[in-house]
């Protein structure tokens, strides 16, 4: 029997990543088209989730590197309706979250085991979304790390925009680290938690996922330079920003999240972020309108 799956946005950056890999698979895909459902509405979330009875929803609604605020209150309000009808039809949810639910702690590497303790409405959003599924005997939140995408509020967006202009300047964060990975990573790992779910796998709670490598903004930046210098694309610079104190105490410092506890319990492998850089930053520039 072919599993049916919802994917509740298939048409972000994420969203679409992750339909292009579960299309290749033998699932049952659902693809609610924009519009379809009110997520809004808690009848509405039950009545399409009854109907169909997919055996695990994939949540990528308001997902964005830095939602902006209409996507947090979706984000939040499709959370609640979403935990509410999987709870009620005992349908397992992989909700999709971010390392913004940490905050500003000199830390190598968050894991799970750290208190989630978030700087800005971006991560008190995904704090609330996350603890809408936390009551759910059977969920999946699964934090990421920087997510290389086509998406509008992704850093590499942000930075092609500066890089890739005469009078561009960006400005970077001496310290600030992430562990990048590419969308695709992602929707490669969702991939490889469905059939252990559905052979009984008992893994349950908040998974972290990113790449194998830590690195700075300024590194990403430098790779990124090094692939726009090749075809002669590069005009901007960028250089190291001066944050006065009440940046200071809002400013990240990590976005570093260790994936322990998803490589032993999925047995999923991380992948570096360098390689298919050069792939999709010739697809942006091909095809995407760059942030001013």
Partial sequence: MVSKLLLTDAYSALGSAISHTLESRPYNLLMPEP????WGQPEAVMSYLDEHRPAVVINSLGWAEKPDVTQQLLLVTAAKHLAAACHSLDIVPIHLSSFRVFGGENKSAYDERDKPSPLGPEGRAFLEAERSFEGLKRHINLRLSWVLSEDPSSLVQRYLSALTRADGVLELLEDYRGAPTHAGDVARVISAMIPQIHHGAENWGAFHYASSEAVTEVEVVEALAEVLGESNKLKGRWQLQELNEEDAVVAPSSAVLSVRRCR?????????????????????????????
């Fill in 35 to 38: 519009g379809e459902i009110d």
């Fill in 264 to 292: 032993d319990n999925f047995g999923v492998q991380t992948h570096g972020w360098r390689q298919g850089l050069k792939s999709l930053v010739d697809h942006i520039l091909q095809g995407a309108v760059l942030p001013s």
